[in-house]
């Protein structure tokens, strides 16, 4: 580019992630009830070392790893909540931390019909944005060359590789197959090979998508 700025749009997020822009705010509240009652009611169990409603997303997955065949309508929804939890907390709102996630955010799944109204991309493209603007903030603050920033970095690596393609890896990939119409399009970016096994690109997909629609018919 000759001139001009470049950023994020609303726009590119719902074509490169499938996720919707458009909904209601989410929000998150503070609960009435203590962290672990909260944890208990809507997980069916709370780790022991739970203090200030911060939880390890070790645990989460550990502890949910796999749903039982014989597992009831309250125990699928726990587990998808779990799911959905570590999901939030690993990937699409994740700090520097980079282990653990606050149960503030299990609140957002509470009720799924509600959870699948939310403009999860919007949410996702703010919260990006804040912790890139607190890294250049702590690079213009210190001597440091700033810090690790949270959010979901995939995000803005798929975008660098749609908006200036001679940076994507594929560029350099003799005989790459890349499917063009792929939906959402941030999974052209991938080798077909990848996208067969269910990486990260599809769980984003699948978070509300699948897990919403199972979890409200059942």
């Known amino acids: 580019m000759s001139f001009g700025e470049v950023t994020i749009t609303l726009e590119d997020v719902a074509t490169l992630t499938g996720l919707a822009i458009d909904g209601d705010a989410v929000i998150v509240d503070i609960p009435d009830e203590d962290w672990s009652a909260m944890c208990l009611r809507l997980l069916g169990q709370a ?59 299990l609140l957002l799944v509470e009720d799924w019909r509600r959870a699948g109204r939310f403009a999860w991309g919007a949410a996702v493209l703010s919260y990006l944005y804040r912790e890139m603007g607190r890294s250049a903030l702590q690079m213009t603050t210190s001597s440091s060359l700033g810090g690790d920033f949270g959010g979901w970095s995939a995000l803005l690596m798929i975008w660098t590789w749609e908006r200036f393609p001679h940076t994507s890896p594929l560029h350099a990939v003799t005989g790459a197959q890349i499917t063009q119409d792929a939906v959402p399009r941030g999974l052209r970016l991938l080798p077909a090979q990848t996208r067969q096994h269910g990486d990260q690109f599809y769980l984003y997909k699948l978070w509300f998508d699948e897990c919403t629609t199972f979890v409200v018919s059942i």
């Open 47 to 105: 780790p022991t070392d739970l203090g200030g409603g911060v939880i390890r997303i070790t645990w989460l997955r550990e502890t949910f790893d796999e749903l039982p065949l014989s597992a009831s309508p309250e125990t699928t929804e726990q587990f998808a909540r779990a799911y959905a939890l570590s999901l939030m907390g690993g990937v699409l709102f994740s700090d520097r931390s980079g282990g653990s996630v606050h149960l503030q955010y």
